[in-house]
């Protein structure tokens, strides 16, 4: 398939590789850092294209990917779904509802087919705990979790480890419960079901972006009565990954031994005598390009075969949104939220 990539930077190149692993072809490229264009142009054989050009270049693409900062992407979003063209969108959809409605609005206006790029939905060790748990062997939730930190943007002096980026710009920065724990949001709800009410507190570490949040740490209720805790670092020098489910009839925990790596699934049901371990070489950090690959595929299937996009549509983005938001007014109110209006909105 043919695809325009707009915006340019490192998660692009993650996206044009699983583009042209299936096959595929990259029609042309936009970004407005011309240095990232370059690096851009290094390694695929496409046309740098000009703001302007983007109209034209969407009509030769089968669907095109939007990766740029979620602060800046309206315009972008609308010359892609007027062509009627096919929509993958990086997450966050937006960093304020008011913007994700508009895109809400463009997509029934022009009846957009999307996906959300919650990349680790899709992830083989994930799939596995997901099936697991659906197949309910484990029982119903009581209580699920997702425990991550590591050394992020805002980690250490001057930023040192990830250097400049628009996450740290202060026109552009959302904080990490926005941008990141979205995929939080995104597992946890898939495991357990939706949540009632959020009570969360944050924390950031760069002085010169206060809002930009590193830390953010929340306690949920499911609206079945299950449990649900997140919490999450960019300010840890040592990296640690843990999802967990805990069911009426059994547990299956998913570990990490960094921030984003998916290496084993321990499980035990009641009626085992002893835990049972799978393990995966399932790397964020070692293979980033194959976890995006794994989305492009499923994407890929529902436009060649006219399926809905069931898993990762753009109703879910705009609910990962809504908690994001909801939590950050926990945060800042200090109190817990109840979540009905949030997801009526």
């Known amino acids: 398939m043919k695809v325009l990539m707009i915006g340019a930077g490192d998660i692009a190149k993650s996206h044009a590789r699983a583009v042209e692993k299936l096959g595929g072809e990259i029609v042309g490229a936009f970004d407005v850092s011309e240095n990232a264009l370059k690096s851009f142009k290094k390694e695929f054989y496409c046309d740098v294209i000009s703001y302007e050009q983007i109209p034209e270049y969407v009509e030769k693409a089968d669907y095109a990917v939007i990766s740029t900062p979620p602060t800046k992407r309206l315009d972008y979003v609308e010359m892609v779904l007027s062509k009627h063209v096919p929509l993958y969108l990086e997450k966050p959809i937006a960093t304020t509802l008011e913007d994700a409605e508009k895109i809400v609005a463009m997509a029934k206006q022009y009846d957009a087919k999307i996906i959300v790029g ?9 799939v596995k705990m997901y099936d697991m748990v659906k197949s309910g062997m484990f029982g119903e939730p009581v209580n699920v979790f997702s425990y991550r930190v590591g050394a992020g943007f805002g980690y250490g002096k001057n930023n040192a480890m990830y250097g400049n ?4 710009d202060p026109k552009l920065a959302c904080g990490m419960t926005i941008e990141s724990v979205s995929h939080e949001f995104n597992l946890l709800t898939s495991l357990a079901g939706e949540f009632d009410t959020i009570a969360c507190n944050v924390k950031g570490t760069i002085s010169n972006v206060p809002q930009f949040d590193t830390n953010s740490t929340m306690v949920m209720r499911c609206k079945n009565g299950a449990v649900a805790s997140i919490m999450t670092s960019w300010s840890s020098g040592a990296g640690a990954n843990l999802k967990g489910y805990i069911g009426t009839n059994g547990s299956i ?24 371990s799978i393990t995966f070489n399932d790397s964020y950090d070692l293979n980033k390009d194959e976890v995006i690959y794994h989305v492009h595929v499923y994407f890929q299937d529902c436009l060649k075969n006219n399926k809905p996009v069931e898993i990762g549509g753009l109703s879910e983005g705009m609910k990962v949104l809504k908690l994001s938001n909801a939590a950050l007014k926990s945060a800042k109110e200090q109190k817990t939220i109840a979540l009905g209006d949030y ?3």
Request: glycine share 2%; no cysteine; hydrophobic share 40%.
């Open 165 to 168: 980026s628009w996450r740290t």
């Open 253 to 276: 925990l998913l570990r990490g031994r960094n921030m984003f790596e998916f290496d084993s699934l321990t499980y035990k049901t009641v009626d085992m005598d002893h835990e049972e």
């Open 118 to 126: 919650f990349a680790h939905r899709f992830r083989p060790a994930f």
């Open 343 to 345: 997801y009526t909105l």
